[in-house]
């Protein structure tokens, strides 16, 4: 059996990287650019304050349509690593989807599982992390971010901050609550969770003497 097979699941809160946590700024793969969205150092302080994985999914269809090359993202996830440090927080992970098909670099020109709507980044990171995908969430500022946050079996938070144009209606597209930033998001996140997992010491037996 391997050695992760023994720990027991985790939550997590999967986050997208433009709109709620950094300033939406488009193809921006700079680190010197990357500054905090409105509410989200003080929802990393929140949230370093819990057991919950944090796990950024986001769609980064730039390297298919040959704005910046792949490897571009791993000073992006570097560099988050440093920013949710300075809140107390830890980046557990980052995950990439770098495809379109409407792009023109191989082999990211192409349709795939894990182009948000689609909830392929956060099923691959429940199976890499061991997530509880039951307990755990995605904040996201589009409807296609509650879509995959749905699908893969979360609970989803729209951080309505101006980014949705669309508002395509559909069952698996309806947010568990709408704020106005990830702040707002990260006490329904914190304060959920922290019932649940005093709800779950509850049901345990008591030690025998």
């Known amino acids: 059996m391997p050695a992760r097979s023994r720990h027991p699941l985790r939550p997590a809160v999967f986050l997208d990287k433009d709109g709620p946590l ?3 700024v488009p193809y921006n793969v700079d680190p010197k650019a990357m500054r905090f969205a409105p509410g989200a150092a003080e929802a990393l302080t929140l949230f370093g304050r819990t ?12 390297v298919a349509l040959g704005h910046f090359p792949r490897a ?6 570097t560099h988050l690593r440093h ?19 409407q792009g023109s670099v191989a082999p990211y020109a192409c349709r795939c599982d894990c182009h948000k709507p689609e909830p392929g980044l956060l099923l691959r990171a429940s199976s890499e992390y061991r997530i509880d995908l039951e307990r755990s969430w995605m ?3 589009i409807l296609d971010d ?12 729209l951080a309505d901050c101006g980014n949705e144009t669309e508002w395509h209606s559909a069952p698996e597209r309806q947010p568990f609550a709408i704020v106005r930033n990830l702040h707002e998001a990260a006490h329904i996140i914190v304060e959920r969770h922290a019932r649940e997992t005093g709800n ?10």
């Open 146 to 157: 509650v879509e995959a946050g749905n699908r893969a079996g979360c609970r989803s938070i």
């Open 139 to 141: 904040v996201g500022d």
């Open 51 to 62: 057991r919950l994985r944090l796990i950024v999914v986001s769609n980064q269809r730039g």
């Open 72 to 77: 571009a993202l791993l000073r992006v996830e």
């Open 83 to 101: 920013m949710f440090a300075s809140c107390g927080a830890v980046l557990d992970a980052a995950y990439w989807c770098p495809h379109d098909p």
């Open 200 to 209: 779950a010491r509850n049901r345990q037996p008591a030690a025998q003497p």
């Open 22 to 24: 950094l300033e939406n």
